[in-house]
């Protein structure tokens, strides 16, 4: 069974920082291209952030550059997160997305307040 779970997500200061975490199980997670999303409130889902299976194609959304990074622990079936100098309008429910298999985690909510 494809199971993703998110984690890390709360609620931070405009200028602060979260991790996000989500873990893998069900497939081969070392051989997938994973996605970070997130669905602003009233507004449709949008990519955040992709890297493919060996962490050599990073691609980020343009609101997001130079601000998040995402990265991934193939031993421990996880990809992260990492959200730095945060503003309010990041504030989103945040999906973690496996493609080929087109799944989707239950999400973690980011609330940032100004």
């Known amino acids: 069974q494809v199971q993703l779970v998110e984690s890390g997500g709360g609620l931070v200061q405009s200028g602060g920082s979260l991790r996000l975490s989500c873990v893998a199980s069900?497939?081969?997670?070392?051989?997938?291209?994973m996605g970070w999303y997130r669905e602003p409130p009233g507004k449709g889902r949008e990519l955040v952030a992709s890297?493919?299976?060996?962490?050599?194609?990073?691609n980020y959304e343009r609101s997001v550059k130079g601000r998040f990074t995402i990265s991934r622990d193939n031993d421990k079936n996880t990809v992260y997160l990492q959200m730095n100098g945060l503003k309010p309008e990041d504030t989103a429910n945040y999906y973690c997305?496996?493609?080929?298999?087109?799944?989707w985690g239950q999400g973690t909510q980011v609330t940032v307040s100004s």
């Open positions: 997305y496996v493609y080929s298999l087109r799944t």
């Open positions: 069900g497939f081969d997670f070392s051989r997938e291209t």
């Open positions: 890297i493919n299976a060996t962490s050599t194609n990073l």
